[in-house]
C-alpha cells in the first residue's frame, strides 16, 4: 500500500471520529410552569449560539426536554429567547457554557433563575439583582447588583456608589468594606447603597469593552446615556438616595472614568479610578488637557477624586497616575478633593487595598468632629455641613457632642454646657440606664459635670433632683459612684443643712434598697461616717448625728474614711 493511500485513510478515519454525531436528549428543569425555553450552542443542531431558533419541549411544569444529533463536545447555553435572559445554572458570577465532552456526560440540568429576573434568595445572594432595559446599549439592557445597607429605611437618604465590571469580584470586595466601615462599631462612613453593572454579552460577545470604550466613540456614548439617563434615575426612583453618587471603576472603567468627569451633565460627586490609562491622549482626544481645565476652573459643589497606582502595572498606567497627580499639583482647586496613591502591587492585586483607601478618602469629611472648635460651632454647622457634602439628613447620636465634654472641661464654659445639655435633651441622645430609652442627660450626671467646671451653685440643685430621680432616671450605681462631688459641692457653698437633709435620704434609701454586691456595707457605713461628723462639726441634727455614729461603732469595719477610735472620740 503506498503512502499516499495510507495518509488518505488516515484523515478519512479522523474526519469520521471527528464529525460522527449521537442522537442525545437533553433536559432541564425550570423555576416556573411558565417558562419556554431556548437551547444555543456551538453547532446547528444547537442554533450555533442563536438564542431564540432552538426551543424545546415542554413535558411537563417544570420539565422540558429536546432530542438532537449532537458531535463532541458539544457547549450550550439555556435562554428565554435572548441573551438578556440567560439561564443560571450554578450562580450569577460564575455561569460558564454547559458542556457535554460524550454521550455519557450529564444530561439533566436545574435552571435556578433567569438572567432578567433574579430571585436572590433563590441563589443565595445577600444583594438584589434585577434587569434594567435600555434604548441605548447592545442588547437592549443591563443587569445591575443592588447591595442595600442592612438596615435600609426607606424614610432615610443613602448615597449611592456605582461600580462597573459589576460580575467580578470588585464588587464583593467593596460591598464588604462598605458594610463593615458603616456597621456599628465602626461607623466611619455613612450607610451606602452600591449598585454594580454587569456588562454582558450580545451575539456571544462581551459588551464590556464596549459599554467602557476607552476612546469614548459611540458605543462609549451610548453606555454613557444608559448611565446618566436610565440607570442613575432609576436607582433614585426606586430607593431613597441622597443625591450623592461615586463612580468605581478599574482598568478600562478606570479610565473611562474620564469621560464622564468631562461631561457637564455628570451625575457623580466622587470618582475613584484604579490603574487607569490615558489611550484618549494617544488617539488626539486631548483628555488629558481637558481634564486639568476642568480640574483648574471647577466651581460646583464639593468633589472627591482618587487615583490608584501599581508598582507592578504596565508603565503607561503608572505614568498616568502621575499626569493626574501633575495636573492637581498644578492647579489646586479648593472645591475639588484630589488623592493619588502608590501601592506596591500589580494590575489586580492593587483592587481590595486602593477600595478601602478610597472609600475612606471620599467619605474623609464625614464625621470629623474635631474640626469644630465650639459646640455652637457643631451644633449649628455640622447637619448643614454632611447635607451640602453628601445629601446626608444626620441625626445625632451621643458620639458626635462626646468629644464636647472635654472641650467644656478645659475652658469652664458654662453656657455652652447649658446649650450641649439642652441639645442632648432636645435630640434624646443620651442612653438612659435605668428608663433603657434615649432622652437627655441624667441630673446626677449633670450635677457632676457642672461640679467639676466650677458651676457649684447649678451643680447643687441637679445633685439635689438627682436624689428624688434615683431608681426613676437615676441609677442608683451612679448616684452613689459620684456622691464625693456632691458632699464636696455642698460643703463650698456651705450649706450644710440641705447637704444633712440629702445625706439622711440617701443613707435611708440604701438601708432599703440593693445598690453594691455587699449588701450595701461600705456605703451605709460611708454615710453614717458623713451624717456623724457633719453633724459634729456644724452642730445640726444631732439626733440623726448620733443614731450615725451608733451605727459606725457598732457596724464598723476597717475602712479608709476613719477609725473606731477616731469616731469614739467624735463629739455630737
Not at 432616671?473 to 456632691?486: A, C, I, K, Q, R
Amino acid at each position: 500500500m503506498s503512502k499516499k493511500t495510507i495518509t488518505l485513510k488516515i484523515m478519512l478515519l479522523l474526519t469520521v471520529m471527528v464529525f460522527s454525531q449521537t442522537t442525545q436528549t437533553i433536559k432541564v428543569i425550570v423555576p416556573n410552569k411558565t417558562d419556554d425555553v431556548y437551547i444555543t450552542g456551538n453547532q446547528e443542531a444547537l442554533g450555533n449560539w442563536n438564542p431564540n431558533q432552538v426551543k424545546m419541549e415542554k413535558i411537563s411544569d417544570f420539565e422540558r426536554s429536546i432530542t438532537v444529533d449532537l458531535s463532541y463536545p458539544a457547549e450550550f447555553k439555556f435562554t428565554k429567547g435572548d441573551w438578556n435572559s440567560e439561564g443560571i445554572i450554578k450562580e450569577l458570577n460564575n455561569n460558564p457554557n454547559q458542556k457535554l465532552e460524550s454521550s455519557e456526560s450529564k444530561n439533566i440540568f436545574t435552571i435556578k433563575g433567569w438572567s432578567n429576573a433574579i430571585d436572590g434568595e433563590v441563589l443565595g445572594l445577600d444583594y438584589q439583582v434585577e434587569f434594567l432595559p435600555s434604548q441605548y446599549v447592545l442588547g437592549g439592557g443591563r443587569q445591575i447588583k443592588i447591595a442595600l445597607p442592612n438596615n435600609y429605611d426607606p424614610k432615610k437618604k443613602y448615597p449611592v456608589f456605582y461600580i462597573t465590571d459589576g460580575e467580578w469580584r470588585n464588587f464583593g470586595v467593596a460591598k464588604n468594606y462598605i458594610e463593615s466601615m458603616a456597621g456599628e462599631p465602626y461607623n466611619i462612613i455613612p450607610e451606602t447603597i452600591l449598585v454594580g453593572i454587569i456588562h454582558g454579552s450580545s451575539n456571544g460577545e462581551t459588551n464590556r469593552n464596549k459599554d467602557l470604550d476607552v476612546l469614548y466613540e459611540e458605543s462609549g456614548q451610548q453606555f454613557k446615556n444608559f448611565l446618566f439617563q436610565e440607570l442613575v434615575p432609576h436607582i433614585n426612583k426606586q430607593y431613597s438616595t441622597s443625591g450623592f453618587n461615586v463612580m468605581i471603576g478599574h482598568s478600562n472603567g478606570a479610565e473611562y472614568n474620564h469621560y464622564l468627569f468631562l461631561e457637564e451633565d455628570n451625575p457623580f460627586g466622587g470618582f475613584i479610578s484604579i490603574s487607569t490609562n490615558f489611550f484618549g491622549k494617544r488617539k488626539n482626544k486631548d483628555v488629558d488637557t481637558r481634564m486639568a481645565n476642568v480640574i483648574k476652573n471647577y466651581n460646583g459643589d464639593n468633589f472627591y477624586y482618587f487615583v490608584a497606582n501599581a508598582k507592578f502595572d504596565s508603565p503607561d498606567r503608572i505614568q498616568a497616575g502621575d499626569d493626574y497627580e501633575k495636573m492637581y499639583s498644578k492647579n489646586p482647586n479648593p472645591k475639588l478633593q484630589f488623592q493619588k496613591k502608590f501601592y506596591e502591587k500589580d494590575h489586580n492585586s492593587v483592587v481590595p487595598p486602593a477600595l478601602f483607601d478610597a472609600i475612606s478618602f471620599v467619605y474623609k469629611d464625614y464625621k470629623q468632629l474635631e474640626k469644630y472648635n465650639t459646640f455652637y460651632d457643631l451644633r449649628d454647622n455640622y447637619a448643614k455641613d454632611m447635607k451640602a457634602l453628601y445629601g446626608l439628613d444626620i441625626e445625632f447620636t451621643f458620639s458626635d457632642v462626646q468629644g464636647v465634654f472635654g472641650q467644656i472641661f478645659e475652658t469652664k464654659d458654662e453656657k455652652q454646657l447649658d446649650a450641649l445639655y439642652a441639645f442632648i435633651e432636645k435630640h434624646k441622645l443620651f442612653p438612659n440606664g435605668v428608663t433603657q430609652k434615649p432622652g437627655g442627660v441624667d441630673a446626677m450626671n449633670q450635677g457632676n459635670l457642672y461640679y467639676h467646671i466650677g458651676a457649684f451653685e447649678k451643680s447643687a440643685i441637679k445633685f439635689a433632683e438627682a436624689l428624688e430621680q434615683i431608681n426613676i432616671t437615676v441609677e442608683p450605681m451612679v448616684y452613689f459612684g459620684n456622691f464625693d462631688s456632691l458632699v464636696d459641692c455642698f460643703k463650698k457653698l456651705k450649706d450644710y443643712k440641705k447637704l444633712m437633709e440629702i445625706l439622711i435620704k440617701s443613707r435611708d434609701f440604701a438601708a432599703t434598697n440593693k445598690v453594691y454586691d455587699d449588701g450595701n456595707k461600705s456605703i451605709l457605713l460611708k454615710l453614717n461616717y458623713l451624717i456623724a461628723s457633719l453633724s459634729a462639726e456644724h452642730n445640726i441634727a444631732k439626733k440623726e448625728g448620733k443614731k450615725a455614729k451608733q451605727y459606725c461603732t457598732e457596724n464598723y469595719f476597717k475602712n479608709k474614711l476613719f477609725t473606731l477610735e477616731e469616731m469614739n472620740q467624735l463629739s455630737i
